[in-house]
């Protein structure tokens, strides 16, 4: 179902940058790319998402190809909460509302 | 300004018998979505409903369940007769708009338990 491509896990050392990449080749000109991450045993939570510019928010970055087949979600400075599963997310369902979630990306988090 | 809620956040049945499930939506969000997450496998969409309308039910299995959102109070997702199988977190998200072009925040989940 989902169109998105990214690897299955990622490590990083705390308060360090980590960038997540994710590949969405067949997004079309109106979907707008999401991501939510979802730690153990709590519900999913919003990051961020854009169109075609570049985004920022208190919790990350977000750069978006110029040709919009991919995207990298950029944490300035990992910490040990943000180890998480990160949904990206580019495609929604018939009604343009529900998003559909992929595997994500597992964050680990070293110290 | 409270997040969404979800109650309750355990909920443990016995084969047979009905569940139902309650969200409140943020302030200010018409738009509500359900998920359901079965053990070790991905979030997948269920319903997507607005005040008073089901706008989008292709995720929802077509028997013993059920999901509403009335112009008063919270949406409800019913299970009836209740099977093993449905044993997972039930995630409800809202929005301002169509979840698309608008973020979705979700509540905290209510783990259902079929024994």
């Known amino acids: 179902d989902a169109k998105t491509t990214q690897p299955n896990s990622m490590e990083s050392n705390e308060e360090e940058p980590v960038h997540l990449p994710c590949n969405h080749s067949t997004i079309s000109g109106t979907d707008y790319i999401h991501w939510y991450r979802q730690l153990p045993s709590q519900g999913p939570e919003y990051v961020i998402h854009g169109l075609t510019s570049n985004v920022n928010n208190r919790m990350a970055s977000l750069a978006i190809a110029e040709d919009r087949k991919s995207s990298t979600l950029i944490l300035h400075r990992a910490t040990l909460r943000d180890a998480a599963v990160y949904y990206c997310i580019s495609n929604y369902g018939g009604s343009q509302g529900n998003l559909i979630f992929g595997k994500g990306t597992k964050l680990s988090v070293k110290p | 300004n409270a997040g969404v809620m979800q109650n309750p956040r355990h909920l443990v049945r016995r084969r047979g018998q009905e569940a139902r499930l309650r969200c409140s939506p943020m302030?200010?969000?018409?738009?509500v979505y359900w998920y359901r997450q079965l053990p070790e496998e991905g979030l997948k969409f269920m319903v997507y409903l607005q005040k008073e309308n089901i706008i989008d039910e292709s995720g929802m299995p077509k028997e013993r369940f059920s999901a509403e959102f009335p112009k008063e109070g919270p949406s409800i997702l019913r299970i009836q007769q209740v099977v093993r199988g449905d044993s997972a977190a039930y995630f409800c998200?809202?929005?301002?708009?169509?979840?698309?072009?608008?973020?979705?925040?979700f509540g905290p989940g209510t783990r259902l338990t079929v024994t």
């Open positions: 302030k200010g969000h018409s738009h």
């Open positions: 998200a809202s929005s301002r708009g169509r979840g698309g072009t608008y973020e979705q925040y």
